[in-house]
């Protein structure tokens, strides 16, 4: 077993590195997919807010005023 580690020990070391990449891989996915949860959560209340800015009465006649 010995002489056959020592053998190969370059492909045993290419397939850990290779499986660390995909935990790597794995990882960064599943921060851009939290990242983009978060982004549609800002953008749904960005977009109530908006709508709730629209409906008061006298929305956009002074609103430069400020």
Do not use: C
Not at 37 to 52: E, F, K, P, S, V
């Amino acid at each position: 077993m010995n002489y056959w580690i020592r053998l190969h020990w370059f492909e045993l070391s290419a397939l850990v590195l290779l499986g660390l990449n995909l935990l790597f891989v794995i990882k960064v996915l599943s921060v851009l997919r939290a990242v983009q949860d978060g982004l549609i959560l800002l953008a749904r209340w960005l977009d109530i807010a908006r709508t709730d800015i629209d409906r008061q009465p006298g929305a956009g006649t002074d609103a430069g005023k400020h």
